[in-house]
Each structure stands twice: as C-alpha cells, then as structure tokens.
C-alpha cells in the first residue's frame, strides 16, 4: 500500500502519527495508522534496517523518490514554487530558528538529561553499552532481571525523545505565533503534551528502577530532579499542552464507542 494513497483509507485516523512516541510495538493503533501500514506495506527481514546493508540505502531512495513524487504533485496542485532560489529565505530563516531553539533553556535542559542519562549507565550498567542498539534485548534480560530491564527499557526509549518533542514544540510555536489564531489547535501543544508523556513515563519507571536499586539512590535522585524540573518548565510553558487532544489516542474511535 503506497503512503500516499493510504490517507484515503477510512480506517486511519488523520494525523495520529504526528503525536504518538514512535513505539510502535507496544501501541494499540497500530492498525489505525497509516505510517504503520506504509512501513508494514513493506517487509523485510532487517537487512533494511542495517546501515551496513545495500538494503538499508535502497530502502531510504525508494521512500525518498515516492515522497519527491507526492510533494512535487502536492506543490504543483496548489501554485507554489519549489526552486532552490524561492526555498533560500525559508531555509535561512529555519535555520536561525533551529539554532535558537537549541539555545532555548527548557531545549538545554532535555539535552542535558539525556547526556547524563548516558553517563549514567555508563556507569551504573556498563554491560549495556555492548547492548544490541544500545537497548537490552530478550537475550541480554538474564543480565540485569526482567523488571528492571522493562524499567530501563522506557527511560532508554525517551532518553533522546523528549529532547526531539521538546524542540518541535518550541520551533512550532515559533511559526504558530504569525500564523495562527488563538483559538486555533497548536501542534506546538500537541508536541510538548507527547513530551510530557514521556517525562511522566519516565520519572515513573526511574522511580520503579530506585525502588530495585536501592544502592544507586544518590545517583537516580538527581535525575529524577531533573526530569520533575523539566516537566514543571514545560507545562509553564506549554499551558495549553496538557489539555490538547491527540487524533485517536485523547478521543473515543468507533472502536470503543462499537
């Protein structure tokens, strides 16, 4: 199934990909999310997976040539003008918005957990880092215990996403203040709500992991500073991201309501 022609299809639900955390196997709307079904569309063994792989890199330039056919077609419907010399202002102005965004606090301060996270089991489980990418996996779960490698496994799975969310919201926001009215609903809010998913995730699984590693307390406790302090920031921020209703996973689908 082409993703182009997918967003036709009644059964997804429009835009639920744009607010979920990327993990897709413990998800339940998966089969009502066309990225899924593009990925899915498309099996293979994990070869394409593999950067080593030739796999890997056909896979990036067959994506690649059918999105340039769908935005091309998209630019061409609707008047606008694609050339590198229309695009230079927008890139430049993209840019400085990136670099200033890094240099926001709250996008520092996610950053920031995310490299001490590192340190962190560096330190505390150096067994990890010979990890299949950098996860503990079935094979490896004797090393450490089936609890506490679930509790890893999350505060791993948001290490670097909660800086990503972070950052898209604070860029978002930035366009959505020329651009929108205030009643209008912001993907600014939608996108710090996912990361203050994923801070309450993972002060949740810190705290289970404190509570197994009992020896490590002194060094768990500043992370979890560091996480309360970050949602705290966001929500001060983002006032209206708690509130912002995500496609499928904050509303009912004829699923529940059938």
């Keep these: 199934m082409p993703f182009r022609n997918s967003a ?15 993990w897709c196997e413990r998800c339940h709307f998966t089969a009502r999310c066309e990225v899924y079904a593009a990925e899915e569309a498309n099996p293979d063994d994990g070869s394409s997976r593999d ?26 419907k609707n008047g606008v003008d694609l050339s590198a010399e229309a695009l230079a202002p927008i890139a430049e102005l993209q840019e400085k918005q990136r670099r200033d965004t890094r240099k926001h606090p709250l996008a520092q301060a996610a950053e920031k957990y995310a490299f001490d996270l590192s340190e962190w089991f560096a330190k505390e489980f150096p067994q990890i880092e010979e990890f299949t990418d950098g996860r503990p ?8 215990g089936q609890d506490l490698n679930d509790y890893v496994e999350v505060v791993q799975w948001y290490q670097f996403f909660i800086a990503v969310k972070t950052m898209r919201a604070l860029m978002s926001r930035l366009d959505e203040d020329v651009d929108l009215a205030s009643e209008d609903a912001r993907d600014s809010d939608g996108s710090a709500k996912v990361a203050l998913i994923a801070i309450d995730r993972s002060i949740s699984a810190w705290k289970l992991i404190y509570d197994l590693r009992l020896e490590a307390a002194d060094s768990i406790q500043p992370l979890l500073f560091q996480l309360d302090k970050m949602r705290s920031e966001t929500e001060t921020e983002f006032p209206n991201a708690r509130d912002f209703v995500r496609p499928g996973f904050d509303e009912p689908t004829l699923d529940v309501l059938h």
């Excluded at 059964?11 to 955390?21: A, P, Q, R, T």
């Excluded at 890997?56 to 630019?75: D, N, P, V, Y």
């Design 8 to 22: 036709s299809n009644l059964k997804f639900i429009s835009g639920i990909h744009n607010y979920c955390d990327r």
């Design 51 to 76: 950067i080593s792989n030739a796999a890997f890199w056909q896979k990036l330039k067959s994506t690649f040539e059918e999105t340039h056919k769908m935005i091309t077609e998209w630019a061409e």
């Design 137 to 144: 996996t079935s094979e490896d779960t004797y090393e450490i």
